[in-house]
């Protein structure tokens, strides 16, 4: 079956960086793109991004230009997401997705910056 | 970008009773060349990662009880939950995946 298995929780400082992992198993990595969605706390869905795993290319939400960058390691069905310069603001639980519409989600990654 | 913008904020349903949550777009999701609506539906309930509902406007994923329905084309949309249910309780989002940015609304509470 179908799976999206992300890291666990961190607390990081203000100007901190992040990276958030999301292994995939069940199908091929490569045949689906891969979306990060995030809720911080009170708020609603927030898309961040997309990549493509054969390809690498991505796509980014204006808001975080400059401040994420999605990667992937095809060797072992993983993406991740980076996500620097982190402020209070960036504290949220991030979901990667399974290509959309997105039947498949992680089950997510609190990310609380404090300091 | 793509705005999507859902209507109401929220909504109070007696149980039975139907819910109807309204999505609009800023700009027309539908593709003339394949004439599909790239827009989604998701339910979220708390501690939970969101569940799809409905893509492409109006199928429902398999699994999902058939009082959810989703209807519209072009940039109007609507999610109807035929016979609220007390599981049904939750925040509704719409969400388009016609172009980057894949936005979504601002979500819809329910409550009975």
């Known amino acids: 079956q179908v799976q999206l298995v992300q890291s666990g929780a961190e607390v990081k400082k203000p100007g901190a960086s992040v990276k958030v992992s999301c292994k995939a198993s069940g199908y091929t990595f490569t045949n689906y793109d891969i979306n990060w969605v995030r809720q911080a706390t009170g708020q609603g869905l927030e898309w961040m991004g997309w990549m493509n795993p054969k390809s690498a290319n991505t796509g980014y939400a204006q808001k975080f230009q400059g401040r994420v960058a999605l990667t992937r390691d095809t060797s072992i069905s993983t993406a991740y997401m980076e996500l620097s310069s982190l402020t209070s603001e960036d504290t949220a639980v991030y979901y990667c997705?399974?290509?959309?519409?997105?039947?498949?989600w992680g089950q997510g990654t609190l990310v609380t910056v404090s300091s | 970008d793509i705005v999507m913008t859902q209507s109401p904020d929220s909504l109070a349903v007696s149980l039975g009773e139907r819910a109807t949550i309204n999505c609009k777009s800023s700009?027309?999701?539908?593709?003339?060349?394949?004439?599909?609506?790239?827009l989604a539906w998701y339910q979220h309930k708390p501690g939970q990662p969101p569940k799809l509902l409905i893509s492409?406007?109006?199928t429902r994923e398999s699994g999902v009880p058939d009082r959810f329905s989703g209807s519209g084309s072009g940039t109007d949309f609507t999610l109807t939950i035929s016979g609220l249910q007390a599981e049904d309780v939750a925040v509704y989002y719409c969400q388009h995946y016609y172009n980057t940015p894949r936005t979504f609304g601002q979500g819809t509470k329910v409550e009975i």
């Open positions: 492409w406007a109006s």
């Open positions: 700009q027309g999701v539908l593709y003339s060349s394949n004439n599909k609506n790239y």
């Open positions: 997705t399974r290509d959309l519409p997105a039947s498949y």
